[in-house]
């Protein structure tokens, strides 16, 4: 059976008691192992437990498929329902649990982690279509779903959190589980004796210092400044910043400055517009950005074709100090 990635968590929570196997898959890692292992602990809790737990992976049963029905059918010296972990599995093990499934041996619980898999893979399409097991989805978490996962984490160690500083913990957080849960666990740490974590907290843990320093670079040259614009360039290169990543996290800046001028030029309330803006705007940065629109934007825009071709050519040279005496 199919199960979607926004139902998996329920489904986790009280798998059916006729599941024989289940296939966990997804392009986000740490969402898989995480949902993977809390599978495996429905049926026994300690999963470092060997009499309870065999950990295998797809170079062992291709070697030796036939450790899969060995593994499925063995009996726990201690007693109690047995958990089979494969790991790393791909569509060359479809064949092999395509039998397994038809004809199923013991009673362990047979969990199977993957990478991303097309509707279209093998290995995916076996537990697709059989009724005694499940394939469940793993994608990126949604802005609400992180959220949720935010707040929760922090409930558990005794802590609220602000909304601003709820903005800016999702916008840097969501492209894999396991690095999210890293993360709040680290900004736990770093709010100990707090009562509300601050967007101050959020960026002393989450913060990007490279992006800091290239948002500076920015600032910069939004302002007009063009020897505090020489400085930062200068020091982008002395620390080995790749020319592309500032040209392009460059455009991505004036684009959002852009938005922010069209909506001042329109009467509307510039700071309110910031506020909006996905990424948020980092903290330190909240009274140098509305600077930036004040400053006529026709004469960035007189000759945008040549010096972009310019710019592409520096940067392609791949060679960041010359790059930077150009610029």
């Known amino acids: 059976m199919e199960i979607k990635s926004h139902l998996a968590d329920r489904f986790i929570a009280r798998p059916p008691a006729g599941l024989v196997a289940a296939l966990v898959y997804g392009p986000d890692q740490g969402m898989v192992r995480e949902r993977a292992a809390a599978l495996a602990r429905s049926v026994v809790p300690d999963l470092n437990d060997p009499f309870r737990v065999a950990e295998l992976d797809e170079a062992v049963l291709d070697a030796d498929p036939a450790r899969l029905w060995d593994e499925a059918a063995a009996l726990s010296m201690i007693g109690g329902r047995r958990v089979v972990r494969v790991r790393g599995a791909g569509n060359g093990l479809a064949k092999a649990f395509d039998q397994f499934l038809s004809e199923p041996k013991g009673d362990a619980l047979i969990v199977v982690e993957a990478g991303e898999l097309a509707k279209s893979a093998g290995l995916r399409r076996v537990f697709d279509e059989a009724d005694n ?11 609400d779903d992180l959220e949720d996962i935010v707040r929760a984490a922090l409930k558990e160690k005794g802590l609220s959190i602000d909304a601003d500083a709820l903005d800016y913990a999702v916008s840097r957080l969501g492209s894999d589980r396991g690095v999210t849960r890293s993360e709040l666990e680290k900004l736990a740490l770093y709010a100990m004796g707090e009562n509300t974590v601050t967007l101050a907290h959020v960026a002393a843990v989450m913060g990007d210092e490279s992006e800091l320093r290239m948002d500076e670079t920015f600032d910069a040259a939004g302002e007009g400044q063009y020897a505090r614009l020489d400085v930062s360039l200068s020091r982008l290169w002395a620390a080995g910043t790749s020319p592309v990543a500032v040209l392009r996290q460059a455009m991505t800046h004036f684009q959002r400055l852009l938005v922010v001028r069209v909506e001042s030029d329109e009467g509307k309330n510039a700071a309110l517009a910031i506020k909006k803006l996905r990424p948020p705007v980092h903290f330190s940065r909240e009274s140098s950005f509305p600077q930036n629109p004040r400053h006529p934007l026709p ?3 007189r000759r945008p074709r040549r010096e972009g071709r ?18």
Do not use: T
């Open 133 to 143: 097991a499940a394939a469940i989805a793993c994608y990126p978490d949604r802005e």
């Open 299 to 301: 004469r960035c825009q």
């Open 310 to 327: 310019e710019l592409r050519v520096l940067a392609r040279c791949g060679r960041s100090r010359r790059a930077g005496d150009h610029l």
